[in-house]
């Protein structure tokens, strides 16, 4: 617990009314979207950099926890306070657009920064900030970092980590680096902003991100491909990648899935194929948008695509993309606890992987519906069992170790985008060599001695 002294210390650093160890703020600050609980001893919104350095030194001092927290919208756990300690919030002073460099393609930005507030500020200039995550509404660009989110334009501009040229960061001990440029090239000393992205809050406090952007493409469209299994999608998926085209998105939804949305939205789906793929191309000519389109069409029907509908408007494409973002909270169908992943593998091995995920539904007589951004083999698989029911939920904790190792037996990792966590600590050591999480650890023992910084995440204690 922290004592009335550490807090009137912290108050005067950042004034009374940036701090608060109330009820109804340890409540609000107590969860993410894992539903889990852990309540912090208080909540202390910084106003700057220098707040966070002073915070940090005297919470080193005494071994106080900190937690760094962005929107609270990880399905992992990684922004839970299950140490206790301060949880330190940027959404109320550290918010704001620093600049946007025309010349350069460059945005600076605080990690309180909403993501779609970025991508709205920068496409109003003709530039383009790809990485979109589905919370990109409300989750701010410091967790995006300290997660490595990825999002469905993945497939074609890559993730979170792609867009990061340089970060200035508070270490646990009070100091204050920045690491990175905002040059194209930078290969003088160690490469620690890619060390801190991913990292969870572990290692260090983000305080300013220096985020690439690129022209904005003017044209996008929209096509969704019906397939009569899953296997015939998913080769289509990685043949496409193959064939020298380049979606933006390629996304995919199986069977359960589509029953699923159908049954809560009515959206006149076709419930008994095996799998929807839905995908956008975008350029800067309509010729070439046409000629990816035909491509695509032509693959997707050499591999047994029954039915290729292109959007003709925004309308269309609105149609065809709402069963994809709705998939998530369709689920819910199947049951009141979903174990949700978000495994990746080889495109390639993506047949193979669908093929173990639903033996595994079989044996353990449970549903197990799967979307997600396979074009970047990226695969959303939602472990669905009654919640109130114990027995379940053990058997759905045994279907997820599988999960896991299926997905490491075909060269795959356990997370794409939405990082480990509490939720996916107890399984590092199925992807990590002893070796491996001796290193992790000592990387985290260099950045923070005294294991004040969100410690109990990622397996590594």
């Given at each position: 617990m922290i004592d009335s002294k550490h807090l009137k210390y912290f108050s005067n650093i950042v004034g009374d009314d940036n701090i608060y160890s109330d009820k109804a703020h340890l409540i609000a600050y107590s969860y993410d979207a894992t539903r889990e609980h852990f309540e912090p001893d208080a909540v202390v919104f910084p106003r700057n950099?220098?707040?966070?350095?002073?915070?940090?030194?005297?919470?080193?001092?005494?071994?106080?926890?900190?937690?760094p927290r962005g929107a609270g919208s990880g399905f992992t756990g990684g922004a839970l306070p299950s140490s206790g300690g301060i949880v330190l919030g940027f959404e109320k002073h550290m918010n704001k657009i620093?600049?946007?460099?025309?010349?350069?393609?460059?945005?600076?930005?605080q990690p309180g920064v909403i993501n779609m507030d970025l991508q709205r500020a920068v496409e109003e200039i003709g530039l383009f900030y790809p990485p979109d995550p589905a919370s990109q509404e409300y989750s701010t660009l410091g967790g995006?970092?300290?997660?490595n989110a990825g999002g469905m334009r993945a497939a074609k501009y890559g993730i979170t980590k792609d867009y990061v040229m340089a970060t200035r960061a508070i270490l646990p001990n009070g100091d204050i680096i920045k690491a990175g440029k905002r040059t194209i090239k930078d290969v003088a000393g160690y490469n620690i902003s890619g060390i801190l992205i991913a990292s969870e809050g572990t290692l260090a406090v983000l305080s300013e991100i220096t985020l690439r952007l690129i022209p904005?493409?003017?044209?996008?469209k929209t096509a969704m491909g019906i397939f009569p299994t899953v296997n015939d999608a998913m080769e289509a998926v990685y043949k496409t990648m193959a064939s020298g085209i380049t979606p933006v998105a390629m996304e995919f939804l199986d069977n359960l899935t589509i029953r699923a949305v159908e049954k809560t939205f009515n959206k006149g789906?076709?419930?008994?194929?095996?799998?929807?793929?839905?995908?956008?191309?975008?350029?800067?000519?309509?010729?070439?948008?046409?000629?990816?389109?035909t491509q695509i069409e032509k693959v997707f029907k050499e591999n047994g695509c029954s039915d290729f509908k292109i959007a003709k408007n925004d309308k269309e494409a609105a149609d065809i993309w709402f069963a994809r973002r709705n998939a998530s909270p369709a689920l819910s169908v199947y049951g009141s606890k979903k174990l949700n992943e978000d495994v990746t593998v080889p495109r390639a091995v993506l047949p193979k992987l669908l093929e173990?995920?639903?033996?595994?539904?079989?044996?353990?007589?449970?549903n197990i519906p799967c979307f997600g951004?396979?074009?970047d083999g990226n695969v959303h698989t939602n472990v669905m069992v009654d919640g109130s029911d114990p027995e379940q939920v053990k058997i759905a904790y045994k279907a997820i170790e599988e999960v896991f190792q299926a997905t490491i037996d075909l060269g795959g990792t356990l997370s794409g985008e939405h990082g480990i966590g509490l939720a996916k600590a107890p399984y590092m050591h199925m992807?990590?060599?002893?070796e491996e999480m001796n290193l992790f650890k000592s990387i985290k023992m260099a950045f923070d001695p005294n294991n004040i910084l969100n410690p109990a995440k990622m397996g590594l204690n």
């Open positions: 950099e220098e707040d966070i350095s002073e915070i940090l030194k005297y919470c080193n001092e005494h071994r106080i926890v900190i937690v620093l600049e946007i460099d025309v010349k350069n393609m460059v945005a600076i930005v995006n970092v300290s997660e904005k493409p003017k044209l996008t789906l076709p419930i008994d194929a095996g799998a929807l793929l839905v995908t956008d191309v975008d350029g800067n000519l309509e010729d070439d948008l046409n000629f990816q389109l173990k995920f639903y033996a595994i539904a079989e044996k353990y007589q449970i951004h396979t074009g992807a990590f060599t002893d």
